[in-house]
């Protein structure tokens, strides 16, 4: 069974970085995101990756966050710097074989989650 265990969160001062991790096991797949969610908002896709390293991100975090992973495709990262108060929510990481990548953002499309861990950020 796949399990996605992600690490890494914490609280930081505006313009600090974090950078997180999700290990993997049980999946064997090339795709995978990180997502986040805000109180009272709606899961939001953050960043994916698939084959041969191609990436995908939002708007918001362009320029700011990597998202990456380990050779043995074991370990997925999220390097976030310049972090923003905005950027405070609970993350987490996704994965499924069947990512469509025009639609990466949709949390539907991703059968596969962790538990999350809480990213704060402060001004």
């Known amino acids: 069974q796949v399990q996605l265990v992600e690490s890494g969160g914490g609280s930081v001062q505006a313009g600090g970085s974090l950078r997180l991790s999700c290990a993997a096991s049980?999946?064997?797949?090339?795709?995978m995101a990180w997502f986040r969610q805000a109180p009272g908002k709606a899961r939001e896709g953050v960043a994916a990756i698939y084959t041969a390293g191609s990436t995908s991100y939002a708007d918001s975090v362009k320029g700011r966050f990597t998202i990456s992973k380990d050779n043995a495709g074991n370990t997925l990262y999220l390097q976030m710097n310049s972090l923003k108060p905005d950027d405070t929510a609970l993350y987490y990481c996704a994965a499924d074989w069947l990512i469509r990548r025009e639609y990466w953002f949709l949390a539907n499309d991703y059968r596969y989650w962790g538990r999350g861990t809480q990213v704060t950020v402060s001004s």
């Open positions: 049980g999946y064997s797949g090339a795709s």
